[in-house]
């Protein structure tokens, strides 16, 4: 069952840090587009800027990091920048798997998986096994992800649920317990980067009561330092959850 913000931060203000950290990693192509370069180049370039702030989160008191990786509405784009993004996932699965493990990190993928090719599928199944152990730092990357694709899919395990007699009267704890997000605490602050400022149909349900931030910063030019920044304003926000 996915945890409260409210049940994981102080409602005051205060030096709080947060405990889960999600980021819509956007600006990638306008990166590459302002040098003049394919798009392909900057999901290159934003991949190895994933590597950096995965390091950089435990040392900040980051517990949890999730990431927009390819949403739902992606596959709109050119075949070619689909299937060039699948393939720097794969490559990013197989090159980091061993840094991963050794670091402690526990990664985890949420999203349709079916429509992924199947050595993907497998990669993303066996980091998942081999890391399960660890702690230090709990990554999920969001791959053919969509919050109201989510939704639906829950709503569908929910209701199998009900009909095998296991729930008669459903809660909210019930419904958090079919999202692919099933058994982790609901983020603190969601980041987008690039200077928009949608949601982009990310975590609707998980980050009802997150704090946002919006930057101008491009994903690829997203620095540690950038997050620590952030981290710091945060900690400056007052979350009253509803309450006076």
């Known amino acids: ?32 587009k302002n040098k003049g370069w394919p798009r392909l180049v900057g999901h290159r370039r934003g991949a190895e800027r994933v590597k950096q702030i995965v390091r950089a989160c435990p040392d900040m008191g980051v517990n949890w990091l999730t990431v927009y990786a390819f949403s739902t509405e992606n596959w709109k784009r050119s075949t070619e920048e689909v299937l060039g993004l699948m393939g720097i996932f794969a490559r990013y699965i197989e090159r980091e798997a061993d840094g991963l493990a050794a670091e402690g990190v526990r990664m985890r993928f949420i999203g349709g998986r079916e429509r992924l090719d199947r050595k993907l599928q497998r990669l993303m199944a066996g980091i998942e096994a081999r890391t399960a152990g660890n702690t230090r730092l709990n990554l999920t990357v969001a791959i053919n992800y969509g919050g109201r694709d989510e939704l639906v899919r829950a709503a569908a395990r929910l209701a199998a649920r009900m009909a095998r007699g296991e729930i008669a009267e459903p809660a909210e704890a019930d419904l958090a317990a079919c999202l692919d997000t099933a058994g ?59 309450g006076a």
Do not use: C
């Open 1 to 32: 069952m996915a945890e409260t913000a409210a049940s994981l931060s102080n409602s005051g203000g205060g030096d709080q840090r947060p405990r889960h950290v999600a980021i819509i990693m956007d600006g990638n192509g306008r990166w590459a």
């Open 184 to 242: 982790h605490p609901d983020p603190d602050l969601v980041i987008r980067t690039s200077g928009e400022t949608r949601t982009s149909n990310f975590l609707p349900f998980q980050a009802a009561y997150s704090e946002y931030e919006f930057t101008k910063v491009l994903w690829p030019d997203f620095t540690p330092e950038h997050l620590a920044e952030i981290l710091d304003r945060f900690g400056l926000r007052e979350r009253r959850f509803g």
